[in-house]
T-cell receptor, first 112, second 111 residues
Framework: DVKVTQSSRYLVKRTGEKVFLECVQDMDHENMFWYRQDPGLGLRLIYF???????EKGDIPEGYSVSREKKERFSLILESASTNQTSMYLC???????????FGSGTRLTVV | SQELEQSPQSLIVQEGKNLTINCTSS?????LYWYKQKYGEGLIFLMMLQKGGEEKSHEKITAKLDEKKQQSSLHITASQPSHAGIYLC???????????FGGGTRLMVKP
């Protein structure tokens, strides 16, 4: 089975801190995605990547950046965390085509 | 407005009752995926539908894609507390390798 692993289930950070959320997949998928999920707003795409060193902005990229140095790892970076970035963050990967996405377990980030 | 509308947004049912969740688009659904999310966790893949009129079942959950491929329904028979969670539909509506997601349906099952 494809596995998508997010490094932390729960994270508490202070305002202004630089935060790294890590995501690793073990099935050689080309595509990786970062979403945030908030009540009433559903899943919102932050960034995605179709290949190593390649990134594309999603619907809400402001305040975030990403890094994909290796195919299996896609990192989400909050350069200076703010309280409005408190959310559930979900990473997903996909081989493309009609294969859907496999999601990680999520990281619940609280910024205080 | 969302390109993929889910209804209802939330649902409370008595254990043992049947229920249906709908996912509707104005665009053709080239691939339709149902996911379940337990509160505070990631999304678990349930089923995928591709062909118009297709129906798939797993245990007490049945998903259908209509002939026009613009609406899918998820039906749970004899609901149990273990069915509680958020159900999301995701679909390929022709945006390349991207899936578009519905807003989710929060299901609560009262014992």
């Amino acid at each position: 089975d494809v596995k998508v692993t997010q490094s932390s289930r729960y994270l508490v950070k202070r305002t202004g801190e630089k935060v790294f959320l890590e995501c690793v997949q073990d099935m050689d998928h080309e595509n990786m995605f970062w979403y945030r999920q908030d009540p009433g707003l559903g899943l919102r795409l932050i960034y995605f990547s179709y290949d190593v060193k390649m990134k594309e902005k999603g619907d809400i990229p402001e305040g975030y950046s990403v890094s994909r140095e290796k195919k299996e790892r896609f990192s989400l970076i909050l350069e200076s965390a703010s309280t409005n970035q408190t959310s559930m963050y979900l990473c997903a990967s996909s081989p493309g085509g009609n294969y859907g996405y496999t999601f990680g377990s999520g990281t619940r980030l609280t910024v205080v | 407005s969302q390109e993929l509308e889910q209804s209802p947004q939330s649902l409370i049912v008595q254990e043992g009752k049947n229920l249906t969740i709908n996912c509707t688009s104005s665009k053709t659904l080239y691939g339709l995926y149902w996911y379940k999310q337990k509160y505070g966790e990631g999304l678990i893949f349930l089923m995928m539908l591709q062909k118009g009129g297709e129906e798939k079942s797993h245990e007490k959950i049945t998903a259908k894609l209509d002939e026009k491929k613009q609406q899918s329904s998820l039906h749970i028979t004899a609901s149990q507390p273990s069915h509680a969670g958020i159900y999301l539909c995701g679909a390929d509506i022709g945006a390349g390798n991207m899936l578009t997601f519905g807003g989710g349906t929060r299901l609560m099952v009262k014992p």
